[in-house]
């Protein structure tokens, strides 16, 4: 079997999370792509890294203010002169003000985020589009092939159209669909 997947997934390093109102380690700390990637080698699977398929198939699922948005907060918050984990202060409720676009990154975060367990950090962007490309080389090896496999981190099943949580920035099944 045919695996995709690259040592970006190791740039998203969040270095702790919020459950219950505690700070604690992260439940998505890179772990489980290691377990998975040594039981896989074991089997004998092929590893290729994906090529670069762009940000169209990406943005042809996720809109683009969010996609936008993915690529500069980061930037945006080292800016501010901060260098720790970037979580959401916020969500937003009904009766907020909509027709303003928030400008300050904690007020971008209260427009995208729908939780508070999914930091964003200096690699989140850089490993979650690998992620996106591993899902498209996966599902086009697939059709030709047959069996493929995209092992990815962050996951993407949680994300939305516009939104991120559950440690899914990225919706890679619905990108590589």
Not at 35 to 41: F, H, P, S, T, V
Request: hydrophobic fraction near 40%; glycine fraction near 10%; charge should be negative.
């Amino acid at each position: 079997m045919r695996v995709f997947s690259t040592d970006h997934h190791l740039l998203h390093k969040p270095s702790f999370e919020l459950k219950k109102g505690v700070p604690g380690p992260p439940y998505d700390d890179g772990s489980r792509v290691a377990r998975i990637r040594d039981a896989l080698k074991t089997l004998g699977c092929a590893w290729e890294a994906p090529a670069d398929f762009g940000e169209a198939p990406i943005r042809a699922v996720h809109d683009d203010d969010y996609v936008d948005f993915l690529k500069t907060i980061w930037g945006d918050w080292e800016a501010e002169g901060e260098s720790n984990d970037l979580l959401p202060l916020m969500w937003p409720v009904e009766g907020l003000r909509t027709d303003v676009a928030p400008q300050t990154v904690d007020g971008r975060m209260i427009k995208y985020a729908f939780d508070s367990g999914t930091a964003i950090t200096a690699g989140t962007w850089a490993a979650s589009y690998a992620a996106a490309q591993c899902a498209i080389a996966a599902a086009e090896a697939a059709q030709r092939d047959g069996l493929a496999y995209a092992l990815t981190r962050p996951p993407g099943h949680h994300a939305m159209r516009g939104h991120y949580g559950g440690y899914c920035f990225l919706n890679g099944a619905a990108i590589a669909a």
